[in-house]
């Protein structure tokens, strides 16, 4: 036997020695699994002989619907579609038919009442048998409602087939049907449908002559039965709208009738207190609609309020109505802050805000009072949408205020200074600031209305706005106060000239992006106006010197500043870098102007010899060439350079052919001398520059 052999029957050996051994530890656990068994089986006997704790249930998981999508919502809507187009075409039908004169009125109501029953039967007999889908039996049973309603409607008003009476029961009839289909069903569109179609019935009732109380307590009953379904089927938009028409119905009716004021503005209070207990109930401040429903809640609270201002203005104690709707506010707001709604307690503190203030406007107070609360409270639903980021309520609430705003800086004016009128004119600018201020505040997030008024730069405009109501408002002061006498608004020209300073020293997240360029454009306009033309101001010259000198130093601290790389130069770096040799250049022409300005005025006032007012104004044009030509030279601004000469030449040329005819020998003898003096240090220093 070879050795290769040999190491073949080992191998084999060892391997069946292995196999010995895994199988006799097999048989070795089969016992103990059977022992082990067999304890398991012996101990759930016992205790299952023993009486077993009470165990809480678990929680059922809450069944989520499934979100349907966009084609799967239009497919559900169609039958709805297409239900009431079949109406319209019965509607429609029955008038031809009717128009040719071969159906009476009797037979159209007839048959109309027996397509209203024929469509309720094929609901019922498609649900039972399922035929069809949920939404075509939904559709058919709101058609038979729809129907039904304006067949009773047509028979009592416009064909005098049913009588009054008749028709009425006939209509609960349907409502009481409605709502009952309504809460079975589960659908808020048919909800919806529901409710707008009953609420027609008020003005049957106000046709067939009913008392106004009948017609109000209908309203209210139908509005609290909608609320079992919309409660039990947590059905918010059949919320709104039921209110919306419920305020309507009580409006229009209120209208119809004159008298029974206080009996409709209660209606209208206790319509309120119904939809805040069913919106309290039905709001969840987890939800991402959350906003959405507060700005409809506060949509509704304004219309409420405006309506009971017109339905109770012939009452003698309207502010007492006016007051209860503030409580009501008051105590939604009370309930929103206990459960921690933040925005619903914003919201119903801002309405019981502008309720209270709506009671004070209505109330015998000192006369002007309702001018100061006016603004105040369009200002306040102002804030409210900023505070709750509500995009149509913004739109809105800031439309009214601009329109307040105007008409307030119209109708007042500050006189007397110590007045209710004067303060009128002035909190509208405080209120514009305080918006922006809170408008430029840093969000988190922006939502797409945001990032559209960003690029638009509406907020930028509204700082322009604010600056602007502020010089107009010291443009009064000047039309009353200062300058009747010379029609020229120097208190306003001061005021632009550091409202511009300042906004050269404000960072841009502050001051918005259009501001300062608004302010540059007004402040070279005034100072191209005021120094070059001097005038009389009759005894009140200082203003107009004061106003000069005010624009000079503006002017020389900007320029001192960007050259010596201050405050200015800094928050303006990025553009220095271009634009300083043209700012710089700009802003010497301009000093050199407003300074021969003021020495015009000067003249132009008698303060001033008119002599000594040509040779210095000759100095003026040399002295800023001088400084141009320096400063340009020292700084390397070619610009600054090229102004220097062309001032100097300009300097040379007025002192050659103007000055040496208009003075006397003395005058032109002195200023030869300063001018040469002043050109001859200037030489030395620029060519010690250039050296």
Not at 240 to 264: E, K, P, Q
Request: a positive charge.
């Amino acid at each position: 036997m070879s050795r290769e052999m040999e190491q073949r029957i080992a191998k084999l050996e060892q391997e069946m020695e292995a196999l010995r051994q895994e199988m006799d530890v097999l048989k070795h656990q089969q016992p103990l699994k059977k022992t082990t068994v067999n304890n398991v089986n012996r101990s759930i006997t016992v205790q299952s002989a023993k009486p077993l704790p009470k165990s809480t249930p678990a929680p059922k998981a809450q069944k989520t619907k499934p979100q349907r999508s966009f084609e799967e919502q239009i497919m559900w809507a169609l039958p709805k579609v297409f239900m009431v187009i079949l109406v319209l075409g019965v509607l429609w039908g029955l008038k031809l038919v009717s128009d040719y004169g071969y159906l009476s009125n009797g037979v159209k109501i007839i048959l109309a009442y027996s397509l209203s029953v024929a469509l309720a039967a094929i609901a019922y007999v498609v649900e039972h048998k399922k035929f069809g889908s949920p939404a075509i039996t939904i559709s058919l049973y709101g058609g038979a409602f729809i129907v039904g309603i304006l067949t009773t409607a047509a028979g009592a008003i416009l064909y005098d087939v049913l009588a009054l009476m008749l028709a009425l029961t006939i209509a609960i009839i349907y409502i009481v049907y409605g709502i009952a289909i309504s809460y079975f069903k589960k659908n808020e569109v048919l909800t919806v449908f529901v409710a707008f179609t009953s609420l027609l019935l008020p003005y049957l009732l106000e046709y067939m002559d009913f008392n106004a109380l009948i017609v109000l307590l209908f309203v209210l009953v139908l509005l609290t039965l909608l609320q079992v379904v919309i409660w039990h089927h947590k059905q918010k938009m059949a919320l709104y709208s039921s209110t919306f028409f419920s305020i309507l119905a009580v409006g229009i009716i209120a209208f119809l009738n004159s008298d029974h004021h206080i009996m409709f503005s209660l209606g209208l209070i206790m319509t309120q207190i119904i939809f805040y207990m069913s919106w309290c109930r039905l709001y969840n401040v987890e939800s991402t609609w959350r906003s959405i429903h507060v700005g409809v809640q506060f949509t509704v609270g304004i219309l409420s309020l405006l309506l009971l201002n017109l339905i109770s203005s012939p009452l003698a104690f309207n502010e007492l109505l006016l007051l209860g709707l503030c409580i009501l506010f008051v105590t939604v707001a009370s309930y929103g802050y206990k459960q921690k709604w933040q925005e619903a307690f914003d919201s119903a503190v801002t309405l019981a805000f502008i309720t209270l203030c709506n009671t004070l406007l209505v109330m015998n107070l000192p006369e002007k009072v309702d001018d100061l609360l006016l603004p105040l409270i369009t200002f306040a639903g102002v804030m409210m949408s900023l505070r709750l980021r509500i995009s149509l309520m913004k739109v809105v609430s800031s439309i009214g205020f601009s329109i307040v705003l105007i008409l307030s800086y119209v109708a007042h004016e500050p006189t007397p200074f110590f007045s209710i009128e004067h303060i009128s004119l002035i909190m509208p600018g405080v209120y514009l600031f305080i918006i922006y201020m809170y408008a430029r505040r840093q969000k988190e997030t922006v939502n797409a209305f945001e990032k559209l008024m960003q690029d638009v730069y509406v907020l930028d405009l509204l700082a322009v706005m604010t600056a602007g109501y502020f010089l107009a408002y010291i443009a009064k002061l000047d039309s009353v106060y200062v300058s009747g006498a010379s029609n020229f608004p120097h208190l306003m020209s001061i005021a632009i000239a550091l409202f511009f300073a300042g906004s050269l020293v404000l960072p841009a997240h502050f001051k918005g992006r259009a501001l300062t360029p608004v302010l540059t454009v007004l402040f070279l306009f005034f100072t191209l106006m005021i120094s070059g033309i001097p005038y009389h101001m009759q005894g009140i010259e200082w203003l107009n010197i004061g106003t000069r000198l005010v624009y000079i130093a503006v002017i020389v601290a900007i320029i001192a500043d960007l050259l010596m790389q201050g405050r200015i130069y800094q928050f303006y770096q990025q553009y220095m870098t271009k634009f300083l040799d043209w700012t710089v250049s700009i802003g010497v022409v301009c000093t050199m102007i407003a300074l021969c300005g003021l020495v015009s005025q000067l003249a132009y006032n008698d303060l001033l010899a008119w002599k000594l007012s040509i040779a210095l104004t000759t100095i003026t044009l040399f002295l800023s060439a001088s400084l141009s030509l320096w400063l340009g030279s020292i700084r390397q601004l070619r610009i600054l350079r090229l102004t220097g000469f062309a001032i100097l030449a300009f300097a040379f040329i007025k002192m050659i052919f103007f000055d040496l005819s208009a003075l006397d020998l003395l005058i032109r003898a002195v200023l030869f001398i300063l001018i040469g003096g002043i050109g001859l240090l200037l030489s030395g220093r620029l060519l010690r520059k250039t050296e």
